[in-house]
């Protein structure tokens, strides 16, 4: 499929890959000489060296380094993931250079979601950004930093869309928009790979988590999903298609059943659609012990069933358990499972690890011994620079009531807030190898902003939440949450006596990361009852309230927008969070963010996203008729719509300009607006293009995002944006599934968000 965007996507350099030659070494990197390579070398492997190569594993209490050695040893082991330093690796890497027959080597995977050592904001955060320079820095960067730790894989993008804010894992998605994730996704693929994954400092990425994991019903992690082939095919696969065109090597399977398969047990999400419809050559790796999950599932008898059923499904590589080691052998001594089908999935390991460029060098990404460096979380090796500034671009304004932001460097400054001054949470989850006493909290980045302007007070105000079990189940398996022992009215004491002693109050509240992560998800969107106690008692002192999120999901803020004069969404910011805040806070940078999810005004309204049907009775909020679609006791829109986001600016809009009235068969028509700065200060944002198609052979959305573009524009400056829209963006797959663009008229929506637009329309011929 072709994507409509009229946002470059060429890849910046943000580090020019001075080592990123050519491969040195005898094998060519091509498809080619791959083939004709791992040909010759399957006929040299045993059944058990094949069976070896499809095992992925992680150093930890099930597997000390000691079994490892004898697994490397025996070639019982294809890859590791979770050693992240050099001297680890290459331990292991020398251990198969040294011990097994055949020197096939590793390779060393991680979850590289939003940096390595330097933390970037999480990716929905960056997909606020809408910059797609930014996100290639971001995967620049991330595959530098993780190839220089001697990784060759990362466990991303995740390409997820979701609708469901109550899904904790939404935080490393790019929101609710299948285009929108789509050129997210694949920027990051071309970012992180570069030039060829074999590169001393790209990684291959590995795509997940296939398919529409995002779509778990309740918004509850693993559950099950069940949509229609129309839904998944135009809402929910493009994403991960574009990953794959875009060149990702692997792709890994997502933990949830599909309309009652589970995908790890899916040959025809596994086989018919990547590898036939797609032609995917690359490697497909099951989830965190998925395959033993599929007697969970209730679809294998036993383990030695569900080995059969996963690898004649077509996972080529288990991720975390013993099964395929164990049983793979007996099967295909039994005949249950041909050694035809265990040299394809071989094959498909063998291919990225030559692809990898480690057949030529092992050690390719660790360098010669006693290169390693001395201290692996040495500040020289953070990106703090590039980290600030792509914080900033991805931070949405939300409120602005009577232009209390930007605020003065002068005065008092109360800052107050359970996550002010949280180095841990302002990483966000899944943060690599990151190092939270490396991370800039608010409270540090403000007090750097103010040094001898402004007197800069501080009180913590209450603990992320009191309610013990939250707190045990955010601590279960690390010390992540610390809480403060004084009272609870102790804490909002101290507070409302700072607040009465400033001019402004900034809070800085929302969830701590581990609320928003794998297997956290949740019933309530609003805050936690302590910070919304805080909320009031702060309101009551009068003062101006700036509030400050950091959190990961759209939240449920509809009482607490009212009490807020001004309300900045910071997501988690990552390593340089606090000073891009305070970047933000006190005008030094003008807020250009736009939201990638549209926040509910309650968790009734879940799903709730722009792009729905219409029904045959929609509700008119002029005209209200009882028997329409609608709540009676709630609005149906947003709190704050897709797309949404302000500026310290104001943009005026032009009416759109069409080059023509109608689109030829296969031809292109052109849709312009003028976007002036109409405001005093200078300011970027996103121009959004939506299509409605109006009489379709199937009910079609009331508004899609096909193309968008962040321009910077100085006050009183104007630019004319044109959108090309071609016959790509009218597809659609029918009621018998076929992908077709029908004749008729199509609606151009423009807007700086998706619910207020300037309109058009053409005729499709
Ligand atoms: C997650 C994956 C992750 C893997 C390895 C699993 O629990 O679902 O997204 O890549 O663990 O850490």
Not at 142 to 159: F, I, K, R, S
Not at 309 to 328: H, P, T
Not at 691 to 715: N, Y
Request: include cysteine.
């Amino acid at each position: 499929m072709k994507w409509i965007c009229s946002v470059s996507l060429a890849v910046t350099l943000a580090i020019q890959p001075a080592f990123a030659d050519d491969l040195i070494g005898p094998h060519q990197l091509t498809p080619q000489a791959r083939d004709a390579f791992v040909t010759d070398l399957l006929k040299k492997m045993t059944l058990d060296e094949k069976i070896g190569q499809l095992r992925l594993i992680s150093v930890g209490p099930e597997n000390p380094k000691s079994a490892i050695r004898d697994m490397i040893h025996q070639g019982q082991v294809g890859a590791i993931f979770n050693t992240v330093t050099r001297h680890d690796i290459r331990e292991m890497q020398d251990q198969v250079m040294q011990l097994s027959r055949l020197k096939i080597p590793l390779f060393f995977a991680y979850d590289v979601i939003h940096g390595q050592r330097t933390q970037f904001p999480i990716p929905l955060a960056l997909a606020s950004s809408w910059d797609t320079d930014a996100i290639a820095t971001v995967g620049r960067i991330a595959a530098y930093e993780a190839a220089d730790d001697g990784l060759n894989m990362t466990w991303a993008p995740m390409v997820d869309v979701t609708r469901e804010p109550r899904w904790g894992r939404g935080s490393e998605g790019f929101g609710e928009d299948t285009y929108l994730t789509s050129v997210m996704g694949r920027t990051m693929v071309q970012a992180m790979q570069g030039k060829s994954p074999a590169d001393r400092y790209s990684v291959m990425t590995s795509v997940k988590h296939f398919a529409a994991y995002g779509a778990v019903e309740g918004g509850r992690d693993y559950n099950t999903v069940d949509m229609s082939s129309q839904r998944l095919f135009q809402d929910y696969l493009p994403p991960y298609k574009a990953a794959l065109d875009a060149g990702s090597g692997g792709v890994m399977v997502a933990l949830n059943s599909l309309n009652g398969v589970p995908a790890s047990a899916d040959s025809w999400l596994l086989k018919d659609v990547l590898r036939d419809d797609w032609g995917f050559k690359g490697i497909t790796i099951s989830d965190h012990g998925a395959i033993k999950e599929l007697l969970k599932h209730g679809v294998a008898s036993d383990p030695e069933d569900a080995v059969r059923i996963a690898l004649k499904s077509g996972i080529d590589m288990s991720m975390s358990d013993e099964y395929y080691s164990k049983y793979l052998p007996g099967l295909v001594k039994k005949g249950a499972v041909s050694e035809k089908e265990i040299d394809d999935a071989a094959r498909h390991v063998l291919n990225v690890k030559y692809d990898m460029g480690l057949f030529n060098d092992p050690y390719s990404h660790l360098g010669p011994v006693g290169s390693d460096p001395a201290d692996t979380n040495a500040e020289s090796r953070l990106h703090r620079a590039e980290a600030r500034d792509v914080a900033r671009k991805s931070m949405v304004l939300l409120k602005n009531r009577l232009e209390t932001l930007p605020l003065k460097k002068s005065g008092t400054v109360a800052l107050i807030g359970p996550l002010a001054d949280s180095q841990i949470d302002i990483m966000g989850s899944w943060s690599a190898a990151g190092v939270a006493a490396q991370s800039v909290t608010l409270l540090q980045g403000m007090k750097n902003a103010t040094a001898d302007k402004a007197t800069l007070l501080y009180a913590k105000g209450a603990n992320v939440t009191d309610d013990k079990g939250i707190q045990d189940f955010i601590n279960l398996y690390e010390k992540a949450m610390t809480v403060d022992t004084r009272s609870p009215q102790q804490m909002l004491d101290e507070a409302v006596a700072t607040a009465k002693k400033a001019d402004v109050v900034v809070l800085a509240i929302g969830e701590a990361r581990g609320m928003a992560h794998e297997a956290s998800s949740r019933s309530d969107l609003t805050l936690p009852q302590s910070q919304l106690k805080l909320i009031d008692a702060l309101k009551a002192t009068g003062k101006p309230l700036v509030m400050v999120l950091m959190n990961a999901r759209a939240l449920t803020l509809t009482h607490t927008t009212q009490q807020a004069d001004a309300m900045l969404e910071s997501w988690y910011s990552g390593t340089e969070g606090g000073n891009a805040i305070a970047d933000v806070l006190f005008g030094d940078y003008n807020p250009s963010g736009k939201l990638p999810m549209s926040f509910p005004r309650s968790v009734g309204q879940i799903p709730i996203y722009y792009n729905h049907l219409n029904s045959g009775r929609p509700y008119n909020f002029e005209h209200p008729n009882k028997y329409t679609s609608h709540y009676f006791d709630e609005a149906n829109g947003p709190l704050f719509p897709f797309g949404y986001g302000l500026s310290y600016t104001q943009f005026t809009l032009s009416p759109v300009k069409m080059s023509a009235a109608t689109m030829p068969r296969n031809g292109t028509v052109n849709a312009s607006v003028t976007v002036t700065n109409s405001g005093k200060r200078d300011g970027a944002t996103v121009v959004q293009l939506y299509l409605r198609d109006q009489v379709a052979s199937i009910s079609r959305p009331v508004k899609e995002l096909k193309g968008f573009k962040r321009i910077m524009l100085k006050a009183g400056e104007s630019q004319t944006v044109t959108f090309p829209i071609d016959v790509s963006a009218l597809k659609f797959w029918n009621a018998k599934m076929q992908q077709v663009a029908e004749p008729g008229k199509f609606s151009v929506m423009i807007g700086l968000d998706s619910a207020r637009t300037v309109d058009a329309e053409f005729e499709y011929l």
